[in-house]
């Protein structure tokens, strides 16, 4: 049972347009999760974080909207550039701390295209 | 950003064989991550290790498979002996502290068991 879900598994968005990448968890305990970027060939670059007790986040053109009650959130990634195209990897987490270890659990990614 | 390098980038090895991966983490961290990434799949956790000792691991983690740090040098992942099914890119990753959960990956290994 996959716990953590993104869609679409593929996108193709013109540059200057607004990609909406999509995630969905489980485990209600999950309260950390991070975006990671992977270009062909490189390992998981991280992008951008949210944590539960958030429902945005903003790091310039890259935005989290985070719905706790149904287990959601999204990056948006604002007037798109090519040079954005990559995999988009959702991760949860329980976070550090007593009875959690940290361990990142990472959907099958959404592969971005953006045309110029 | 921080770095964590990764030793080798590409291993080919028959099945059997003993292989060792090879991980430098960010100089001030203090927790490791291995995880597997088969083609067309998602990352998966294989093992956290902290203070010399791992701290959970998953039911990917088998019996061959082993880590360590020795004194403080490369954070290794140890498969021996290798079998086919290990073929996949492990990345390593580390993080700074226990209420940092952000986890800086390495390019990865590229493990091919024939």
């Known amino acids: 049972q996959q716990q953590v879900r993104q869609s679409p598994q593929s996108l193709t968005v013109w540059e200057g347009e607004t990609a909406i990448l999509n995630c969905s968890y489980e485990d209600s305990t999950f309260n950390y999760f991070p975006w990671y970027q992977q270009f062909p060939g490189e390992g998981p670059a991280l992008l951008i974080s949210i944590r539960s007790v958030s429902d945005k986040k903003e790091d310039g053109r890259f935005t989290i909207f985070f719905n706790k009650r149904e287990k959601k959130l999204s990056l948006h990634i604002t007037d798109s550039q090519p040079g954005d195209s990559a995999t988009y990897f959702c991760?949860?987490?329980?976070?550090?701390?007593?009875?959690?270890?940290?361990?990142?659990?990472f959907g099958l990614g959404t592969t971005l295209q953006v045309q110029p | 950003g921080p770095k964590v390098l990764q030793i080798p980038s590409h291993q080919i090895i028959d099945m059997g064989q003993m292989v060792t991966l090879n991980c430098d983490p960010v100089?001030?961290?203090?927790?490791f991550y291995w995880y597997k990434q088969i083609l067309g799949q998602q990352m998966e956790f294989l093992v956290n290790?902290?203070?010399?000792?791992?701290?959970?691991k998953s039911k990917l983690f088998k019996d061959q498979f082993s880590v360590e740090r020795p004194d403080g040098s490369y954070f290794t992942l140890k498969i021996q002996p290798t079998a086919l099914e290990d073929s996949a890119v492990y990345f390593c990753a580390s993080s700074p502290d226990w209420g940092d959960d952000t986890q800086y990956f390495g390019p990865g290994t590229r493990l091919l068991v024939l």
């Open positions: 290790f902290y203070n010399g000792k791992v701290m959970e």
């Open positions: 100089s001030n961290h203090l927790y």
């Open positions: 991760a949860a987490s329980g976070g550090g701390g007593t009875g959690n270890t940290g361990k990142l659990i």
